[in-house]
């Protein structure tokens, strides 16, 4: 592998392993790593040790405006790039993510926590919307037809945006970045990221890794703060950008949008999901099983796609429950970076608590426990595989996102109890419903009021397909042709011939 920049280089294992504090040089501002005077730090701390493992520095109101300040410099000549260009600038850093793969994946399990087969699935994920836009980004047609007036003609030009904004959490640090950077770099946007303070190494180890591809000063800034509403609100406020792509809580993204409503600044918003996934008495129960643990155990269960209530029909329901409850109890929980690992610890105290409260409130209703539910006596931020039986409608864990390593079953008859069941939340991002009967399958799915459904799979994130929310999920959509829309605006130019 060969190594152009020193953080590329602090990436790689050593024989004591990686050093994270070096993948923490500053704030990544107009090509340059700046650490101003006077700014504090941020802790990034390991969640299976709760130890440190590093700081990053705590970007200022004035910080953000020189960010902005440097994509609006960069902007014109980017936006004038070839397409051809971009094109091969952004394959470049596909390449280049896949060639570190082994290093950001431990990068990744350091400051996330997840087990390193699930890093390692989320840099293959995240690299390959470097790949897909670096496709897009020659293929962003206009359009031209006769008015049917006969009068005129109709010119439909795209045209980037402008400075963007993007903001992502911090469970997928390297895909929810990518999701962004990519398309909009396609559409000839430059950007500022601020990822989430739990993992912003991950962050900067991807501004090395464009730079390093040839993506020039100022296209890419990512900046970390501790106070990520000033910040926002300072970007959101200055004309030049026109742009808010955020990934993140509902709860925030209705903040973020409201703040964006002031300055009537473009917003694409992936929020929460409560991902129901519904299993038919016809169901192949092998695959039903191992769709349902990809579905609520990629991530260790912190994924906004993961299943969050498990329907099984009541003629399947007592096998399914036994065979999940074995997969469960038998994963190998520990520290993310240990191979062999299957569920890492959780990213914060607060999570670990969250999960607490979600479980004691449905044993309260009357739910049983059928494995796990009580926390190690250990450093870390651990909860151990975790299945409910019987969690009644009416339990917090039905209404609100669990985001850990707990299986919430519940029983039903029919279909139409499914689907009801199915759509008795205010979120809309993904849903799964397994049946061998594929008329029957196809149906549920377009009765499902989600954005994404799988059939008979317990995966749906494809960069090559439309990815995002109805409801309170979101607004917009990443990946898939779509995707790169989102960083375009549409210039129609009304002439005679
Ligand atoms: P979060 O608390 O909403 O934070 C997301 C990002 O927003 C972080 O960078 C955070 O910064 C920042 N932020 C927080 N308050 C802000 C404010 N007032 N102004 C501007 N930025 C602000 O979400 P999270 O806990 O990191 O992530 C988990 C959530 O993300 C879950 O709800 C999950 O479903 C959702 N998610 C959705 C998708 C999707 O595609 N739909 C994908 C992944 C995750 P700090 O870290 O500094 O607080």
Known sequence: MTLATPLAAALLPAASGIDPASCARGLYIGGEWLWPAGRASIPVIDPATEQLLAEVPDASVEDATAAVEAAAQAAAAWRSTPPRRRSEILRRCFELMMARADDLAQLIALENGKALRDARGEVAYAADF????????VRICGDFMPSPTGANHIIVDYEPIGVCVLITPWNFPAAMATRKIAPALAAGCTVVLKPASETPLTAYALAAVC???GVPPGVVNVLTTSAPGPVTAAMLADARVRKLSFTGSTQVGRVLLAEAAKHVVSCSMELGGNAPLIVFDDADLELAIEGAMLAKMRNGGEACTAANRLYVQSGLYERFAAEITARMAALKVGRGTDPGTECGPMITLAAVRKLERLVD???????????????????GFFYP????????ADAAMACEEIFGPVVALSRFET???????????EYGL????????????????????????????GLVSDPAAPFGGTKQSGLGRE????????????KYIATPL
Do not use: H, K
């Open 130 to 137: 470097f790949r897909w836009n670096a496709e897009e980004a």
């Open 415 to 425: 279909e139409d109890e499914a689907i009801a069941l199915a759509n008795a939340t």
């Open 430 to 457: 993904a849903a799964y419903v397994f049946t061998r009967d594929l008329a029957r399958g196809l149906r549920v799915c377009r009765r499902i009021e989600t954005g994404m459904v799988g059939l008979n799979r």
């Open 211 to 213: 730079a390093e591809a």
């Open 385 to 392: 595989p975790t299945v409910l039986d019987g969690v009644p």
């Open 479 to 490: 990946g898939g042709t779509q995707g790169v829309l989102e960083f375009l605006e549409a």
């Open 361 to 379: 409130d449905a044993l309260s209703r009357g739910a049983r426990l059928l494995c796990g539910g009580a926390r190690p006596n250990l450093p």
